[in-house]
Nanobody, 128 residues
Framework: EVQLMESGGGSVQAGGSLRLSCAASENLDSIGCMGWFRQAPGKEREGVAT???????HYADSVKGRFTISKDNAKNTLYLQMNSLKTEDTAMYYC??????????????????????RGQGTQVTVSS
């Protein structure tokens, strides 16, 4: 089982930046796809960004050009750099992973519920 632990959430004003980190319990090379999804109260789970073992990335249209997903295999850590934050970015953000390499990172962006593993989440609150 892959253990994931997020950090880096917090409160920020609109236009500000945050960087989320996700520490994994094993080498990221052994994981097919990783990503971030978010869920706000009363809203559906939304895929934010995903990255596969080859480094291919996918982003939700709502965050393209503002968020960047990356990973450091040496540190077993996934990141989400969030710039130009908007109030509508307010949500609980979850790190997720899945070993099934035959499923693309684009698939998990659309179907984040299908990730096999997820962390406990970190809250991001953006105020106007």
């Amino acid at each position: 089982e892959v253990q994931l632990m997020e950090s880096g959430g917090g409160s920020v004003q609109a236009g500000g930046s945050l960087r989320l980190s996700c520490a994994a319990s094993e080498n990221l090379d052994s994981i097919g796809c990783m990503g971030w999804f978010r869920q706000a109260p009363g809203k559906e789970r939304e895929g934010v960004a995903t990255i596969d073992s080859d480094g291919n990335t996918h982003y939700a249209d709502s965050v393209k050009g503002r968020f960047t997903i990356s990973k450091d295999n040496a540190k077993n850590t996934l990141y989400l750099q969030m710039n130009s934050l908007k109030t509508e970015d307010t949500a609980m953000y979850y790190c997720a992973a899945d070993r099934r390499s035959y499923l693309s990172s684009a698939y998990f962006l659309v179907w984040p519920r299908d990730f096999g593993y997820r962390g406990q989440g970190t809250q991001v609150t953006v105020s106007s």
